[in-house]
């Protein structure tokens, strides 16, 4: 295995980079791999390409064509997606000394020249884990598709809310970097192994308290093609997005801790139910029996669901100023 190098080149701010380590998660990518490899620089001391049982043999046409000393193929000998593939990568690279693991996609879409620029709020002791984001700049939303738009605009608030990392946005972007001790802590066996890898690792990320941070990136659009069934993932994105929201307030908010939110949350739910209950049931028989519903029914149907209401958004925003801001790389290990 790679060893640290003892001359570290630095990024384009001047800052001394720890050890990285890059995956680079494989599936029919014969077409694009070798011109990733090439661009990746200096300041990477290890390559992991990942073959993810790819039926072209991407792992032996990387071992055939590659000559820079840094790169190591490993092969699963299932298919298990682009979760599992970046897994068994990540599995690979915490042996080594790396202290960064970054993830870059072997499709040509990501610019290994930005590496250095995603791995800055790690080696800044600002984050645990940095991702990249398409919609930081005007321009790279003009260039980019507008089912894309769409597509990730819906993802990101679903993602929101089920990771609990209000402050981050385009969560499906492949392009990330991650500090061994958050790695490390990561239970890798009950991360999703498909599409939804990307999102699920923030929430998984969001339950050790992990600090994330955007990186603004742009995107490169070529000859690529995805590999994503749409009407396959949108019902799955959904239903994880849906289970893992509830997962993430039951645990943060009723077993690792209770407080106002607690509260707000329970009995903001219980007056908005009651109010929605109630004025149905009174508006039914109203309309059954032709006779108008009094004042003071409607007042007592309408407060609780305004209350209700009110007592959510409190919890909204309790919710958005929790999200993490002391990286786990700083916090002493007992």
Same mark, same amino acid.
């Given at each position: 295995?790679?060893?640290?190098?003892?001359?570290?080149?630095?990024a384009? /701010?001047?800052?001394?980079?720890?050890?990285?380590?890059?995956?680079i998660?494989?599936?029919?990518?014969?077409?694009?791999?070798?011109?990733?490899?090439?661009?990746?620089?200096? #300041?990477?001391?290890?390559?992991?390409?990942?073959?993810?049982a790819?039926?072209?043999?991407?792992?032996? =046409?990387?071992?055939?064509?590659?000559?820079?000393?840094?790169?190591?193929v490993?092969?699963?000998?299932?298919?298990?997606?682009?979760?599992? +593939?970046?897994?068994?990568?990540?599995?690979?690279?915490?042996?080594?000394?790396?202290?960064?693991?970054?993830?870059?996609?072997?499709? @040509?879409?990501?610019?290994?020249?930005?590496?250095?620029?995603?791995?800055?709020?790690?080696? #800044? @002791?600002?984050?645990?884990?940095?991702?990249?984001?398409?919609?930081?700049?005007?321009?790279?939303?003009?260039?980019?598709?507008g089912?894309?738009?769409?597509?990730?605009?819906?993802? &990101? =608030?679903?993602?929101?809310?089920? &990771?609990?990392?209000?402050?981050? %946005?385009?969560?499906?972007? @492949? =392009?990330? +970097?991650?500090?061994?001790?958050?790695?490390?802590?990561?239970? =890798?066996?009950?991360?999703?192994?498909?599409?939804? %890898?990307?999102?699920?690792?923030?929430?998984?990320?969001?339950?050790?308290?992990?600090?994330?941070?955007?990186?603004?990136?742009?995107?490169?659009?070529?000859? #690529?093609?995805?590999?994503?069934?749409?009407?396959?993932?949108?019902?799955? %994105?959904?239903?994880?997005?849906?289970?893992?929201?509830?997962?993430?307030?039951?645990?943060?908010? %009723?077993?690792?801790?209770?407080?106002?939110? /607690?509260?707000?949350?329970?009995?903001?739910?219980?007056?908005?139910?009651?109010?929605?209950?109630?004025?149905?049931?009174?508006?039914?028989?109203?309309?059954? &029996?032709?006779?108008?519903?009094? +004042?003071g029914?409607?007042?007592?149907?309408?407060?609780?669901?305004?209350? @209700?209401?009110?007592?959510?958004?409190?919890?909204?925003?309790?919710?958005?100023k929790?999200?993490? /801001?002391?990286?786990?790389?700083?916090?002493?290990?007992?």
């Open positions: 295995m790679p060893t640290t190098p003892t001359d570290r080149p630095e384009k /701010t001047g800052l001394s980079l720890p050890p990285i380590a890059v995956v998660p494989c599936y029919r990518e014969t077409g694009h791999v070798l011109d990733v490899l090439a661009d990746i620089g200096p #300041e990477v001391m290890a390559i992991f390409v990942v073959d993810d790819c039926p072209d043999g991407t792992g032996d =046409f990387v071992e055939d064509a590659n000559t820079d000393p840094r790169v190591h490993i092969r699963n000998a299932l298919n298990t997606g682009v979760g599992g +593939a970046t897994i068994a990568g990540y599995k690979a690279a915490l042996t080594t000394d790396a202290e960064i693991i970054v993830k870059i996609d072997g499709d @040509g879409q990501m610019d290994p020249k930005l590496i250095p620029v995603i791995s800055a709020p790690i080696a #800044e @002791g600002r984050a645990d884990y940095a991702k990249g984001n398409r919609f930081h700049r005007n321009q790279a939303v003009r260039d980019m598709p089912t894309r738009i769409v597509g990730n605009f819906t993802l &990101s =608030f679903l993602s929101k809310l089920s &990771s609990g990392y209000w402050n981050v %946005f385009n969560p499906t972007n @492949g =392009f990330t +970097a991650i500090h061994r001790k958050a790695a490390n802590d990561l239970p =890798f066996d009950m991360l999703s192994k498909g599409f939804f %890898f990307e999102s699920d690792i923030l929430f998984q990320l969001g339950l050790i308290r992990a600090v994330v941070e955007d990186v603004p990136m742009a995107a490169r659009y070529g000859r #690529e093609t995805s590999g994503i069934n749409i009407p396959r993932v949108v019902p799955e %994105f959904l239903f994880k997005h849906a289970l893992n929201t509830c997962k993430r307030i039951v645990f943060n908010y %009723f077993v690792r801790d209770a407080g106002i939110a /607690t509260v707000q949350l329970v009995l903001g739910k219980i007056l908005l139910l009651f109010g929605v209950v109630f004025g149905a049931v009174k508006w039914y028989g109203s309309l059954q &029996s032709g006779i108008p519903a009094t +004042a029914t409607v007042v007592l149907a309408a407060l609780p669901i305004i209350v @209700g209401s009110q007592l959510l958004i409190a919890f909204l925003g309790n919710d958005v929790n999200v993490p /801001t002391k990286p786990l790389q700083n916090q002493a290990t007992s």
